[in-house]
C-alpha cells in the first residue's frame, strides 16, 4: 500500500517536472536561443546569413516539409535572422506553422503565397492594435511589411499603429505611400476601403505634426 502511494507520488512529481521543463523549454526566448545556436554553427561552417537561415527552417520540425523554394523566398523577404527568428517563434506560439501556412505554401504562385503570409500577419496585428497592444503591433506589422513592402494593406495599419503611439513623422510617408495604393487598388471589397477616411485623417494629423516640426516655409 505505501509503496503503491509512493509511485504515485512519485509519478505525479515527475509529470509535474516535466510539464515546467516543457513550458520553459517552450517559450519565444528558449526558442530564439536555440535558433542562434543553429545559426553560430552553420556561420562556423562559413555559410552566407541567407544559406544559415534556410539551414535552419529546412532542418526544423514543422518547417521541413514547407516547399524549398518558399521557404527560400520567406528568407528572403524577411531579409535577416532577426526577423526570420521572429517570424518562427510568432508562428510557432499560434502554431500557424502547422496547418495554415501549409496550405498557404502549396500555392505554387510564390508572389501569392507571400501575400497571403502577410495578410495573415497584418489580421493579427490589427487585432493587437485594437487591443492597444501597440509594440506587439508594430512588431508583428513590420514582419507584414518586410514581406509585402508596397502594398496598402500592410503599409497603412503600420502607419495607424505609429499615429497611436504618436510617432507622427514614422507614420505619415506610410500613410501618403498606402493611401495611394489603396487609391490605385481594384480591390473594392478591401476592409480598407471601407477605413480610408480615418486614415485619410490620421494622415492629415502626422502632415499637419511634421509641418509645425520643419517650421514655416515647407510642404509635406
Request: charged share 25%.
Amino acid at each position: 500500500m505505501e509503496s503503491g502511494l509512493f509511485l504515485l507520488g512519485l509519478l505525479i512529481v515527475l509529470f509535474t517536472l516535466y510539464r515546467l521543463v516543457s513550458r520553459k523549454l517552450g517559450t519565444p526566448q528558449a526558442t530564439v536561443r536555440m535558433l542562434l545556436r543553429r545559426y553560430h554553427a552553420f556561420e562556423r561552417l562559413g555559410l552566407r546569413e541567407q544559406d544559415c537561415l534556410y539551414r535552419i527552417l529546412t532542418n526544423r520540425s514543422g518547417w521541413r516539409n514547407l516547399p524549398p523554394a518558399f521557404i527560400a523566398g520567406l528568407v528572403a523577404c524577411l531579409n535577416t535572422k532577426e526577423n526570420v527568428f521572429r517570424f518562427i517563434t510568432l508562428a510557432e506560439e499560434h502554431r500557424f506553422n502547422r496547418k495554415q501556412l501549409q496550405a498557404i505554401a502549396s500555392n505554387p504562385d510564390r508572389e501569392q503565397a507571400m501575400r497571403e503570409v502577410a495578410l495573415w500577419l497584418g489580421e493579427f496585428g490589427d487585432r493587437l492594435q485594437a487591443e492597444n497592444r501597440l509594440k506587439e503591433a508594430e512588431f508583428v506589422q513590420m514582419l507584414a511589411l518586410g514581406l509585402q513592402p508596397d502594398q496598402y494593406f500592410t503599409q497603412l495599419p503600420l502607419a495607424a499603429t505609429y499615429y497611436k503611439m504618436e510617432r507622427y513623422a514614422d507614420a505619415a510617408p506610410l500613410f501618403k505611400q498606402g493611401l495611394a495604393r489603396l487609391e490605385d487598388s481594384s480591390d473594392g471589397a478591401s476592409p480598407l476601403k471601407e477605413s480610408k477616411e480615418r486614415y485619410q485623417e490620421m494622415y492629415a494629423v502626422c502632415a499637419n505634426a511634421a509641418a509645425n516640426q520643419q517650421g514655416p516655409g515647407h510642404e509635406t
